[in-house]
């Protein structure tokens, strides 16, 4: 059962990697975390872009050399219908990851993440559409994605579990006074998809950028992905409570943006600074290391494989210290 599950440490991967070759991506993603994490790789296609591979199969919807899209308002299904097909150029990485993992016959559980309809409805508004019904597309568009990547996914895998991510960069620009939706609205799409994700595997929300944690926590993730960061500390009754009640919380302890790390010492250093301000909030440090799931902060498309190496050898070292405590507390006299 979920609110079970204790991952005290393991590590998964965040959003897109830099490698040219699906196969060596997926190799690498099965051999580099404790959940691999289904690679998308924009520099081997642009077709694999997180709004790029969202837009697939959807009618009027053109992908341009670059990543961009284009839309003929006219030709757009208002309804949402995709014709997915996992030979689309959008899902080269995804056929890569299932043929190796059935190859080195692989059980384990698998993570994946896909765009959500908040980040998606506020491309197709930049893409011509109209506000008054770009969400409605996007929030159909995101189920039908979603229910055909679960269905495929257990399909090549069937005795492994899934993790889900709804990952919504824009997230943070909800409340914002020129916004296209009101909070609830937004929060409501987010929570449709969730929704439907629930049913069949784990249900996280991803957001790599400044946003309240009250909204993203009102969407009802099991997992909440965020960057380890100082603003967190302002939402450490919110946060605290999320994990009392059940939920999980995937920090993501190594920066990938600006300078990379060279040791874990740094990285370290952060993480357990907000998890010592959230112990002398209330939280219990036996329950924050026993609800932690690791990763990098966000993707690393835009870097070259030798760094995906250096971040995620961090992100492992950081999971194994983590670990290394729980041990130690669970060990020691009164805890």
Same mark, same amino acid.
């Given at each position: 059962?979920?609110?079970?599950?204790?991952?005290?440490?393991?590590?998964?991967? !965040?959003?897109?990697?830099?490698?040219?070759?699906?196969?060596?991506?997926?190799?690498?993603?099965?051999?580099?975390?404790?959940?691999?994490?289904?690679?998308?790789?924009?520099?081997?296609?642009?077709?694999?872009?997180?709004?790029?591979?969202?837009?697939?199969?959807?009618?009027?919807?053109?992908?341009?050399?670059?990543?961009? !899209?284009?839309?003929?308002?006219?030709?757009?299904?208002?309804?949402?219908?995709?014709?997915?097909?996992?030979?689309?150029? /959008?899902?080269?990485?995804?056929?890569?990851?299932?043929?190796?993992?059935?190859?080195?016959?692989?059980?384990?559980?698998?993570?994946?993440?896909?765009?959500?309809?908040?980040?998606?409805?506020?491309? %197709?508004?930049?893409?011509?559409?109209?506000?008054?019904?770009?969400?409605?597309?996007?929030?159909?568009?995101?189920?039908?994605?979603?229910?055909?990547?679960?269905?495929?996914?257990?399909?090549?895998?069937?005795?492994?579990?899934?993790?889900?991510?709804?990952?919504?960069?824009?997230?943070?620009?909800?409340?914002?006074?020129?916004?296209?939706?009101?909070?609830?609205?937004?929060?409501?799409?987010?929570?449709?998809?969730?929704?439907?994700?629930?049913?069949?595997?784990?249900?996280?929300?991803?957001?790599?950028?400044?946003?309240?944690?009250?909204?993203? %926590?009102?969407?009802?993730?099991?997992?909440?992905?965020?960057?380890?960061?100082?603003?967190?500390?302002?939402?450490? $009754?919110?946060? !605290?409570?999320?994990?009392?009640?059940?939920?999980?919380?995937?920090?993501?302890?190594?920066?990938?943006?600006?300078?990379?790390?060279?040791?874990?010492?740094?990285?370290?250093?952060?993480?357990?600074? %907000?998890?010592?301000?959230?112990?002398?909030?209330?939280?219990?440090?036996?329950?924050?290391?026993?609800? /932690? %799931?690791?990763?990098?902060?966000?993707?690393?498309?835009?870097?070259?494989?030798?760094?995906?190496?250096?971040?995620?050898?961090?992100?492992?070292?950081?999971?194994?210290?983590?670990?290394?405590?729980?041990? $130690?507390?669970?060990?020691?006299?009164?805890?």
């Amino acid at each position: 059962m979920y609110g079970q599950w204790s991952p005290q440490g393991m590590v998964t991967g !965040i959003g897109s990697l830099p490698h040219a070759s699906a196969v060596a991506a997926a190799r690498f993603s099965l051999s580099c975390g404790d959940v691999p994490a289904v690679p998308t790789l924009p520099r081997r296609s642009p077709s694999e872009g997180i709004i790029s591979q969202a837009v697939s199969g959807m009618r009027g919807v053109s992908v341009g050399q670059y990543g961009s !899209i284009s839309v003929d308002v006219d030709a757009l299904d208002r309804d949402g219908q995709v014709d997915v097909d996992l030979h689309d150029e /959008a899902y080269g990485s995804l056929r890569a990851f299932l043929a190796e993992a059935r190859r080195i016959d692989y059980t384990g559980p698998v993570k994946w993440q896909f765009v959500g309809p908040v980040t998606l409805g506020i491309a %197709l508004v930049r893409a011509g559409v109209p506000a008054t019904w770009a969400f409605d597309v996007a929030v159909r568009s995101v189920r039908a994605h979603v229910r055909w990547l679960l269905d495929t996914i257990e399909a090549a895998l069937p005795v492994s579990s899934q993790m889900v991510f709804i990952d919504e960069p824009s997230f943070g620009e909800v409340g914002e006074d020129d916004f296209h939706l009101a909070p609830d609205a937004a929060i409501d799409l987010v929570s449709t998809a969730l929704a439907l994700v629930e049913r069949r595997a784990v249900a996280g929300l991803h957001c790599c950028a400044a946003a309240d944690v009250a909204a993203l %926590l009102a969407t009802g993730p099991q997992v909440l992905s965020v960057p380890v960061a100082r603003c967190l500390e302002d939402q450490a $009754a919110r946060l !605290i409570r999320f994990l009392e009640d059940g939920g999980v919380i995937c920090w993501g302890a190594v920066p990938t943006s600006g300078p990379l790390p060279i040791s874990v010492e740094r990285p370290w250093r952060d993480l357990t600074e %907000l998890w010592a301000t959230l112990v002398r909030r209330g939280a219990d440090p036996m329950m924050l290391r026993h609800r /932690a %799931l690791l990763s990098p902060q966000c993707g690393l498309g835009t870097h070259t494989p030798q760094a995906a190496e250096q971040v995620f050898a961090l992100t492992r070292q950081v999971g194994g210290r983590v670990r290394d405590q729980g041990m $130690a507390q669970s060990v020691a006299p009164g805890a």
